[in-house]
């Protein structure tokens, strides 16, 4: 099976534009969950959805949203970036069967310039 | 809330020996699990281990151990027969039990500890 998979690989924006980021969860997971990796740092939370409804939220603004789709996949949503919006954007996804162990994709990039 | 320390920025170990990475956390709950994930430079997040808070047996992957201590609230791995793909960022993570306690899937993340393997 597939792992996770994660759309683009590297990104450069702009301050002020607005980027969306795209992830597909391990077949039959219904769980999805973001977080961004400043350097040097370890990952903290944005968001999670299980089964298209947010779960929880972590400490961001409001620039940051989400949402899931009904075929599980998400997408992640970042408005008026600024500089320190750069960073490594991970998404995680997760299944009932395995307690809700989190398998991680590869990583998008966010460079903002 | 909860959190996650490793008080290690960086360690180093000779290929074939044994290293130790320490991790410490902080929580008021009593069902949670812990993990260890490893980022190579590759920058995918592997888990490697994982530990339920209501299991006092140290989980065990290979060579790769735990020495859990509740009470302690730490949560150590043990790399044994150290080889040159065990270099990377290794982080302690946290997360509740949500099947018990509800809320969301969130991990805890703790700064990370960069582990180099010397030949």
């Known amino acids: 099976d597939a792992g996770v998979t994660q759309s683009p690989t590297h990104l450069i924006k702009t301050r002020g534009q607005q980027v969306t980021l795209r992830c597909s969860p391990i077949?039959?997971?219904?769980?999805v969950s973001w977080y961004q990796q400043v350097l040097g740092q370890g990952p903290q939370f944005i968001f999670q959805y299980y089964e298209k409804e947010e779960r929880g939220r972590g400490n961001f603004p409001d620039r940051f949203s989400a949402r899931q789709f009904p075929n599980y996949s998400s997408e992640l949503n970042v408005n008026a970036l600024l500089l320190g919006d750069s960073a490594l954007y991970l998404c995680?996804?997760?299944?009932?069967?395995?307690?809700?162990?989190?398998?991680f994709g590869p990583g998008t990039r966010l460079t903002v310039t | 809330a909860q959190t996650v320390t490793q008080s290690q920025p960086e360690m180093s170990v000779q290929e074939a020996e044994t290293v130790t990475l320490s991790c410490t956390y902080d929580?008021?709950?009593?069902?949670?699990?812990l993990f260890w994930y490893k980022q190579p430079p590759s920058r995918q997040m592997i888990l490697v281990i994982r530990?339920?808070?209501?299991?006092?047996q140290n989980a065990t992957e290979n060579r790769f151990s735990v020495n859990f201590q509740k009470a302690a609230k730490s949560f150590s791995l043990k790399i044994s027969d150290s080889q040159l793909g065990d270099a990377a960022m290794y982080f302690c993570a946290y997360r509740t039990n949500t099947q018990t306690q509800g809320g969301s899937e969130k991990l805890v993340f703790g700064k990370g500890t960069k582990l180099t393997v010397n030949p």
């Open positions: 077949s039959g997971h219904k769980s």
């Open positions: 530990q339920e808070a209501y299991k006092q």
């Open positions: 929580t008021s709950e009593s069902d949670y699990y």
């Open positions: 995680a996804s997760s299944s009932r069967d395995r307690d809700y162990e989190q398998y």
